[in-house]
T-cell receptor, first 117, second 115 residues
């Protein structure tokens, strides 16, 4: 069975500092990996995803993530944090197609990012 | 364009009552998913629709939970005889084309509180 581990339920950084949110996955087949962001009282918004091809994936709002198969990791980074980045971030894996062709996402427990002045 | 919408945004009910949660997906999206977000369990898949059919209901936690979709559009998640453990945020997502790498677009959720 697939699973996702996000180390650190809360991460705090200073504005302008590097953001690093960690995600490790377990999958029996080549995984598809996703990062979503959730702002208060809103749904999840896709930041980026890895399916196949280039292992460094660039997303919205300056975020990027690198798929490292040998480390089973898909860490999310941003060079310079902004106050507006404060939100909860979820890593997710999809390693199988649902009955009928759908895409079941298995999510990590989330990391709350706080950005301080 | 319009995103996924859900109603109500908040629902407070008494234990034992039935509730209906509604999801309006993005127009033209054939795939629709329901997830539940709770403090104890995180984000969990509940059910998947392709058109009006639900080929995968493997995440529904009990037979008190059911869902339907009509006209390839609106979906309703029904919880009968609600229990306190049903308290959670129920999220709906839609996708233009189902598949393992599809991008799911999420609505804002319905926060259900069972007293």
């Amino acid at each position: 069975a697939q699973s996702v581990t996000q180390l650190g339920s809360h991460v705090s950084v200073s504005e302008g500092a590097l953001v690093l949110l960690r995600c490790n996955y377990s999958s029996s087949v080549p995984p598809y990996l996703f990062w979503y962001v959730q702002y208060p009282n809103q749904g999840l918004q896709l930041l980026l995803k890895y399916t196949t091809g280039a292992t460094l994936v660039k997303g919205i709002n300056g975020f990027e993530a690198e798929f490292k198969k040998s480390e089973t990791s898909f860490h999310l980074t941003k060079p310079s944090a902004h106050m507006s980045d404060a939100a909860e971030y979820f890593c997710a894996v999809s390693d199988r197609v649902l009955t009928g062709g759908g895409n079941k996402l298995t999510f990590g427990t989330g990391t709350q990012l706080k950005v301080e002045l | 364009g319009a995103g996924v919408s859900q109603s109500p945004s908040n629902k407070v009910t008494e234990k034992g009552k039935d509730v209906e949660l509604r999801c309006d997906p993005i127009s033209g999206h054939t795939a629709l998913y329901w997830y539940r977000q709770s403090l104890g369990q995180g984000l969990e898949f509940l059910i998947y629709f392709q058109g009006n059919s639900a080929p995968d209901k493997s995440g529904l936690p009990s037979d008190r939970f059911s869902a339907e979709r009509t006209g390839g559009s609106v979906s309703t998640l029904t919880i009968q005889r609600t229990q306190q453990e049903d308290s959670a945020v129920y999220l709906c997502a839609s996708s233009p084309q189902p598949g393992r790498g599809d991008t799911q677009y999420f609505g804002p959720g319905t926060r259900l509180t069972v007293l």
